[in-house]
């Protein structure tokens, strides 16, 4: 039998305490900011063979900006990704619950140092990327993948188990593109009993996810899964992300996320990033999210630890 992660839900525990969560922001801008070459179809899992340091480092950085809660860098850290490098199974599955290992460790650390001036541990959310992103072909921004519920379950489970077992505290279901894979995520949830997780989508616009489904839809289909702590969206700019949570907000009365991008813009054709990333803009526009109903807010693309400090500034002084 699978242990539980959590006896009780850990977000709403929380937002007794405080009336707003602040998520960590993005863990691949940060480990290139440390060295780090994230050029490769494992994306930030890669460092977890080259460099596991630079993560913990990274975590550190973001629980001294205040963050209440550290996703794990098992995005992109999948068995069949892993496999394909030449690792077997249970090397593979071994590296997925060193993602919670590591961010467990720069909690643990950061706890000791200010304790005396938090009112609860800040959690470690076990990512749980996309099925898209370690196809590494684009369709983990459409959902466009054409494949069955089986074979979703058969990619997903493995990694969902691991991250359980490792002990997070969480699942963050996250930047999730197709209904299809978010409905075969939370149906795989209920395997493992007393685990809680949030689902965040990525957007096509302020109504829709990726893949086309309303987020009406979106939200009325789950409002009836106990194990899922929160709703919302990440990896979009801020504008979307806030009529994003607005159109929820009418629709569910779950907590709602939401974490953005900085500000800038992505041009896939050069591959580089152009535009605003004002932490101080950031800051600002988190006034709207809270107004439009969101309670759990941090960073995406491009966000660091300097976006995180000022949201935790602003709302939890």
């Known amino acids: 039998m699978i242990m539980n992660i959590h006896k009780s839900n850990p977000i709403e525990e929380i937002l007794n305490q405080q009336s707003v969560l602040i998520l960590d922001g993005a863990l691949a801008t940060e480990l290139e900011a440390y060295g780090c ?11 977890l063979l080259e460099h596991p340091e630079a993560i913990v480092q990274v975590h550190k950085d973001y629980f001294r900006a ?9 995005y992109q850290a999948t068995v069949e990704g892993f496999g394909e490098r030449g690792l077997s199974e249970k090397e593979s599955v071994a590296l997925i619950k060193r993602t919670v290992e590591l961010a467990r460790e720069a909690r643990d650390e ?29 369709s983990e921004y459409t959902g466009n993948y054409e494949v069955s519920d ?42 493992f009993r007393g685990t809680y997780a949030w689902l965040s989508f990525t957007l ?48 569910t009365r779950k907590p709602l996320l939401m974490y953005p991008n900085s500000g800038e813009v992505y041009d896939a054709k ?8 004002s932490s101080d803009s950031f800051e600002s526009q988190s006034e709207l999210w809270i107004e439009r109903g969101a ?16 949201l935790s500034d602003k709302w939890k002084a």
Not at 295 to 310: L, Q, V
Request: proline content about 4%; some cysteine.
């Open 37 to 47: 070459d994230l050029d490769d179809p494992l994306w930030s899992a890669k460092v």
């Open 66 to 74: 205040g963050a209440d809660c550290a996703i794990t860098a098992s």
């Open 110 to 138: 950061v706890w000791e140092e200010s304790a005396s001036s938090r009112n609860f541990k800040p959690l470690v959310a076990a990512s749980v990327g996309p099925y898209g992103a370690y196809l590494a072909d684009g």
């Open 150 to 191: 089986e074979q979703l379950i058969a990619f997903h489970r493995p990694r969902m188990k691991a991250l359980v077992e490792a002990g997070a505290d969480l699942l963050a279901l996250e930047t999730m593109p197709s209904f299809q894979e978010a409905r075969v995520l939370v149906s795989l949830l209920k395997e």
């Open 204 to 251: 096509k616009n302020g109504k829709e996810i990726s893949d086309g489904t309303g987020l009406r839809v979106c939200a009325e289909g789950f409002n009836g899964e106990d194990q899922l702590a929160a709703i919302g969206v990440n990896c979009s700019s801020m504008e979307t992300a806030a009529e994003a949570v607005q159109v929820l907000s009418q629709f």
């Open 270 to 277: 050069t591959n580089t990033w152009h535009g605003d990333d």
């Open 295 to 310: 309670s759990i807010i941090g960073g995406c693309c491009r966000t660091n630890p300097e976006h995180i400090r000022k």
